[in-house]
């Protein structure tokens, strides 16, 4: 796919940009805070409408603003379509799709597919699980859109049975023991069980098939001997794809842990508290890995996730490198440019040229970042 241009209004701090991308790579050249970010940072949000910057929409739009636009003209082998999507400072957002406004936003994912990597992904490796969970869920979002669905009523029950469990924590603290109402709790037992497997299964499904692929990606890359291992760490241990035993799985644990849970006063079964663990040669990445080889890691893991994309999608995603060039060793670099060439439409972001490659620059778009305007050199 294609981004052919892109339209700012109020986004951030550009007033009223419009670009047009005219080789498979364009460097955003700028100072530091001059909106390069910005940029990316819009890209991102027609892939996945979430921003890994902020989560309030409110942030997006250009300050003591109402709203800001996001304009895309996107060609793909089916043809080419108009994305909009519009933020508002006060109100909900809405998308629209060659002129079409969405009823549900879902239907806007799936039409531009991005990765972002920045030096923040770092984070993947050394972060807590959350960062892991968020990597994971936002990559299946653009594979299956209805992702977003399962995950919203997920985080629904989840609220509810949440609430449930410091009502009656509340209504029972002067008693000796906590008066649990059976079946109510077996009603949202039942429905976190349900959900909770469609999450889990989904997220084992796409890590099963990313896994083997990031392995040869490492293997390249590190020019080692070293085995990579993604391993899925569901908080539910599963075994098998069979939705019955997962959800069997699920209910015997609740019921294992319903005390804790009452004292704890939150639930502490499901997906919510899922992990993935990152082995090298057998030991966490997390704990021992050098700086180098976290490094490599990730990388590894973005090189999957394009490829990934790629085979699911049937087109190859856009790539969005934040500052990351220039903080990856030559060898690394080289890697990266080599498994890139003109396959993935790719917006680089950096202050300086000098580290680029100069066969590699004559064959780039290159646009000059200020103050929220952009400008050929
Ligand atoms: P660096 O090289 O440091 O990463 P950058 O070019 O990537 O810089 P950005 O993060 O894209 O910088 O832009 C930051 C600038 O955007 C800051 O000057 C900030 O004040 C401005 N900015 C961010 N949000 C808004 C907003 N809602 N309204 C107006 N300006 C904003
Ligand atoms: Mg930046």
Known sequence: MFLQSLHLKQFRNYGDQAVEFLAPKTILLGEN????????????LLATLKSHRTR??????????????????????????????????????????????????QDFLGHLNAVQFSCLDLDLVRGGP??????????????EPVYVHILQQ?????????????????????????????????LWDAQLAT??????????????????????????????????????????????????QIQQAFLDKLQT??????????????????DISFLIDDTPARQYGSQGQQRTLVLALKLSELQLIEEVVGE???????????????????????TIQDRFQTLITTTHLGSFDAQWLKLSQVLQVKNGCLTTP
């Open 33 to 44: 805070a001059q909106g390069k970010s910005n940029l990316l940072e819009a890209v991102e």
């Open 56 to 105: 309030r929409d409110r942030d997006l739009v250009q300050t003591d603003l109402a709203t800001a636009q996001i304009r895309a003209s996107l060609k793909r082998e089916l043809g080419v379509s108009a994305l909009q999507l519009t933020l508002r400072s006060g109100s909900r957002r809405t998308a629209s799709v060659n002129g079409e406004t969405l009823r549900r936003q």
């Open 130 to 143: 959350g960062r892991r969970r968020t990597w994971t869920d936002t990559l299946l979002m653009q594979l």
């Open 257 to 274: 842990r319903a005390m804790a849970e009452y004292y704890q006063r939150t639930t502490l079964v499901g997906p919510h508290r899922d």
């Open 316 to 338: 190859p995603p856009l790539l969005l490198l934040d500052d990351v060039l220039a903080e990856l060793d030559l060898n690394r670099q080289n890697q990266l440019l080599d």
């Open 154 to 186: 997920y985080g629904q029950v989840l609220k509810q049975s949440n609430a449930l469990i410091k009502q009656q924590a509340k209504q029972s603290t002067d008693e000796p023991a906590p008066q649990l109402d059976p079946t109510q709790l077996a």
């Open 195 to 244: 959900l909770g497997t469609r999450v889990i299964r989904r997220r084992a499904r796409m890590l099963r098939r990313l896994a083997p692929i990031a392995q040869t990606w490492h293997r390249a890359i590190s020019g080692s001997a070293e085995q990579l291992e993604i391993r899925y760490s569901p908080n539910v241990d599963v075994d098998s794809d069979d939705a019955g």
